[in-house]
């Protein structure tokens, strides 16, 4: 597609329910980056994908939360049993291969709004 | 993990006034950025550099990449309603592939 896309744009859900957000990254981008705006703070990295390689999950805060990317394209993220403190946009970026994101930078999407009540 | 210092927090300006922002981290970096978001959306990239006192400019932003390879700042010159958002900078560190570290941005606000 023309550029990333994520889906739902807003996601209200309870406390201790799961959601799944989805991120489709812009065709031919081997890259991408999950990452979390909290309210008034920067932005949070979570997960990185690239290619076949094994993710780095260094950023996940918790093992409620959980990443995968099928057919090296699309990916979705999982909370599980969300919490308050869960509420935040989450981004979602992919980034050229060849280019690297010393060119370019990522391309973000406009993220999901989450908010857990 | 890994954060950058930006400040200002947040900036209220006359339009036609001139900004500055700096980001500030701990260790250095090979490659600074500097990104725009607008309400709803993502980041969007503005200026990026890539080696140490590199200078460089985009229409009335000009951006530095400091000669430690640890801070960065950016100007904008004779700002405009539409620079209305939040500046983030971001880092590529040395050994982390692509990923990127943010700062925790400056919120700016643009008065008639």
């Known amino acids: 597609g023309a550029g990333v896309s994520q889906s739902p744009s807003n996601k209200v859900t309870e406390k201790g329910k799961d959601v799944e957000l989805r991120c489709d990254p812009i065709s031919g981008h081997t890259a991408l980056y999950w990452y979390r705006q909290s309210l008034g703070q920067g932005l949070e990295f979570l997960i990185y994908?690239?290619?076949?390689?094994?993710?780095?999950k260094s950023g996940l805060p918790s093992d409620r939360f959980s990443a995968e990317r099928t057919g090296g394209s699309v990916s979705t993220l999982t909370i599980q049993r969300t919490q308050q403190e869960d509420s935040a946009v989450y981004l979602c970026?992919?980034?050229?291969?060849?280019?690297?994101?010393?060119?370019?930078?990522?391309?973000f999407g406009s993220g999901t709004r989450l908010t857990v009540v | 993990g890994q954060q950058l210092n930006q400040s200002p927090q947040s900036m209220f300006i006359q339009e036609g006034e001139d900004v500055s922002m700096n980001c500030t981290s701990s260790s250095i970096f090979n490659t600074w950025l500097w990104y725009k978001q607008e309400p709803g959306e993502g980041p969007v990239l503005l200026i990026a550099l890539y080696k140490a006192g590199e200078l460089t400019s985009n229409g009335r932003l000009t951006a530095q990449f400091g000669i430690t390879r640890k801070d960065s700042f950016l100007n904008i010159s004779a700002s405009i309603p539409s620079d209305v958002g939040i500046y983030f900078c971001a880092g590529r560190a040395p050994g982390t592939a692509s990923k990127l570290t943010f700062g925790t941005g400056t919120r700016l606000q643009v008065t008639l």
């Open positions: 994908f690239q290619g076949n390689s094994a993710p780095d």
């Open positions: 970026a992919s980034s050229h291969p060849a280019r690297e994101v010393t060119e370019y930078g990522y391309t």
